[in-house]
């Protein structure tokens, strides 16, 4: 899903050539990625500059092995214009991601196709010495090398790529976590929420594809919020919107310094799990009202309809492991969301699994060309 539906304006930069080249590159990458494939004329009007200095831009993509011709434009007469296209497949990425103590590594393209994965147990973040190890047993693995690491994780990244209150992952204060895998790496690091990242996903191309406003509710073995407006994620102030465990339910509240919400810690679906394993019932012999079913239904749709609330979207995709519930439960669920809902809202369930987070990365990486693209200075040999 394209966020961008204007023309773009060029960068004004008092930097000089290279900033200025850098700038035409970044948005030339983007209007290919969004729009294209497009012709030359057509990328320099879109763009906003010349076409004599879109055509050097044009060179430095072709020479970088990230664009390339793929036709002609139809016609209805003369000559048909050569129309260009950006190579998905030529931007390799490293994903870092973290779930349920365990990282997975893996080398993927800007199409979200995964060319190799490697799975390490990590019971705590802050051991750095794990992901040295796997960074370079899947360097090792790899037959080219990636342009950038992307990093999935429950918890709050800060705007300087720190993260903290990720209790999941062991990480209880403060971790430099950008700083510490760009010496690693030598490579530009982009970090982003777990939850934030499904949204994007599913936004872009699952379950709320093309919806331009968008809550996601995770419910797995922790709780989860994030929006997506205009195909952006909202960050908040603080960069800690969506922590819908941290709400208030049933009187309970949380307490300065709790790493883990009161609501997460109740009706988080492995909370839940407990409640029915301890009364002898599974999901396969309870209905929506059965008790201990019916009260976590409320429960979750009271966070669906904060969201609703709060961010006014069209649509609530609920996602984790709650996807996997009976059909019967989740049609319950649907109907507690649109029928208390103070406005319309459609409902849906995550249709990408894990593999939205992964989507969410191609999304982020897409529109940060930055990351991808060489640092444009004369004294770089990568350029013509």
Known sequence: MSSMSHSLQPAVSPAGGASLRGSRLRTAARLLLDEGPLSRATLARRSGYS??????????????????????ASTTGGRPASLLGFDRSAVLMTLLSFTDHR?????????????????????????????TEALHTLSA?????????AVSLPGVVAADGSVSSAPAVGLKSSMELRSH???????????????????????ARGAAKDRDDVGLVYIGAGIGGAVVREGKIEPGATRSAGEIGFLPYGGVWAAPGDTEGPFEREWS??????????????WESVTAATPVVDAALD??????????????????VFAGDVCELPQGVLDELTRRVTSRS????DVAFAWLGQGGVAAGVVELVS?????????????NHLYP
């Open 269 to 282: 679906l492995a909370a839940v799990n407990a409640r029915l394993i301890r009364d002898g019932l599974d």
């Open 181 to 203: 895998l760009g010496e690693v790496t030598g490579l530009p690091v982009l970090i982003e929420n777990d939850v934030n990242l499904l949204a994007l996903g599913e936004a």
């Open 299 to 316: 429960a979750w749709s009271y966070a669906a309809l904060v969201t609703c609330c709060v961010a006014d979207p069209a649509t609530i």
């Open 342 to 345: 103070p406005h319309p809202v």
């Open 51 to 72: 076409p004599a200095s879109m055509t050097a831009t044009i060179r430095d993509l072709v020479h970088l092995g990230l664009v390339m011709d793929t036709g002609k």
């Open 367 to 379: 529109s940060n060309a930055e990351l991808f693209l060489p640092d444009p200075s004369p004294t």
């Open 103 to 131: 990282l997975t590594a893996s080398q993927i393209d800007l199409s979200g196709h995964e060319l190799v994965r490697i799975v390490r147990d990590v019971k705590h973040l802050d051991t750095p010495g794990v992901l």
């Open 141 to 149: 693995a790899a037959a080219k090398p990636s342009r950038c690491v």
